[in-house]
């Protein structure tokens, strides 16, 4: 019993002491605080009057500044709208109708310019285009006259095609009617000459053709000629 009462005292008298230890604690920290305020309102003060010092200086700059500008201006009479002479502004008047008429000038003659070279881009055009057209007309020219030609001698060569057609049943008609009519009167002294030799040159003879015609055909064509002559005299 003794000693847990003694215990008790040792704890009780650790409570009071640490109880006094924390309000020494708060006592302290409540006199920096008012330290602290009592810093803050010194300082808040000296800015206050520091803010009323510059504002007073300014004060008095702008009033002397201000004063410095009314003598100024009263020194050389500002602010002062002077009517030019009448020189000058003939002068003035002359420079600014002699830059308009520049002005102008220059873009009269830019537009003259323009409009020349687009003249002369239409007239390239034009002549490129005539040029294309008489190559195009020639061109059409030249095939037609080609095309004209070749039917001049397609019709030609059908032409004597059928001339020589016709001239050739001729002459084997009549070479018929001579062997029919007049046998009697062949001699024995020409050369046998066979039926196509006959029509073949017969046919060279009548068509016009420049190979040239055997002799013996030609004496045969010359006496079956006359001898056709002959029967038809009789």
């Given at each position: 019993?003794?000693?847990?009462?003694?215990?008790?005292?040792?704890?009780?008298?650790?409570?009071?002491m640490?109880r006094?230890?924390?309000?020494?604690?708060?006592?302290?920290?409540?006199?920096?605080?008012?330290?602290?305020?009592?810093?803050?309102?010194?300082?808040?003060?000296e800015?206050?009057?520091?803010?009323?010092?510059q504002?007073?200086?300014?004060?008095?700059?702008k009033r002397?500044?201000?004063?410095?500008?009314?003598?100024?201006?009263?020194?050389?009479?500002?602010?002062?709208?002077?009517?030019?002479?009448?020189?000058?502004?003939?002068?003035?008047?002359h420079?600014?109708?002699?830059?308009?008429r520049?002005?102008?000038?220059?873009?009269?003659?830019?537009?003259?310019?323009?409009r020349?070279?687009?003249?002369?881009?239409?007239?390239?055009l034009?002549?490129?285009?005539?040029?294309?057209?008489?190559q195009?007309m020639?061109?059409l020219?030249?095939?037609?006259?080609?095309?004209?030609a070749?039917?001049?001698?397609?019709?030609?060569?059908?032409?004597?095609?059928?001339?020589?057609?016709?001239?050739v049943?001729?002459?084997?008609d009549?070479?018929?009617?001579?062997?029919?009519?007049?046998?009697?009167?062949?001699?024995?002294?020409?050369?046998?000459?066979?039926?196509?030799?006959?029509v073949?040159?017969?046919?060279?003879?009548?068509t016009?053709?420049?190979?040239k015609?055997?002799?013996?055909?030609?004496?045969?064509?010359?006496?079956?000629?006359?001898?056709?002559?002959?029967?038809?005299?009789?």
């Amino acid at each position: 019993m003794d000693r847990h009462i003694g215990e008790m005292e040792s704890r009780a008298s650790e409570v009071m002491m640490e109880r006094a230890a924390w309000n020494q604690h708060i006592n302290e920290c409540m006199s920096q605080e008012m330290d602290d305020m009592q810093q803050k309102r010194l300082r808040a003060k000296e800015n206050s009057h520091f803010l009323e010092q510059q504002i007073h200086l300014y004060e008095n700059k702008k009033r002397d500044q201000r004063k410095e500008d009314i003598v100024a201006a009263s020194a050389h009479e500002f602010p002062k709208f002077a009517e030019p002479a009448e020189s000058e502004k003939k002068d003035f008047v002359h420079g600014q109708q002699a830059r308009m008429r520049a002005d102008l000038d220059d873009q009269v003659r830019t537009n003259a310019t323009l409009r020349n070279l687009a003249k002369q881009r239409e007239r390239a055009l034009e002549l490129n285009q005539l040029e294309a057209n008489r190559q195009e007309m020639a061109m059409l020219r030249n095939a037609e006259r080609a095309k004209r030609a070749y039917d001049r001698e397609a019709l030609a060569t059908a032409w004597n095609s059928e001339i020589r057609m016709k001239n050739v049943w001729k002459a084997i008609d009549n070479h018929n009617k001579v062997g029919s009519h007049v046998p009697q009167v062949l001699s024995t002294d020409d050369p046998p000459m066979s039926r196509g030799s006959s029509v073949l040159s017969a046919g060279r003879i009548m068509t016009g053709s420049s190979r040239k015609v055997p002799l013996g055909a030609s004496s045969s064509l010359t006496k079956i000629e006359s001898r056709l002559s002959t029967g038809r005299k009789l």
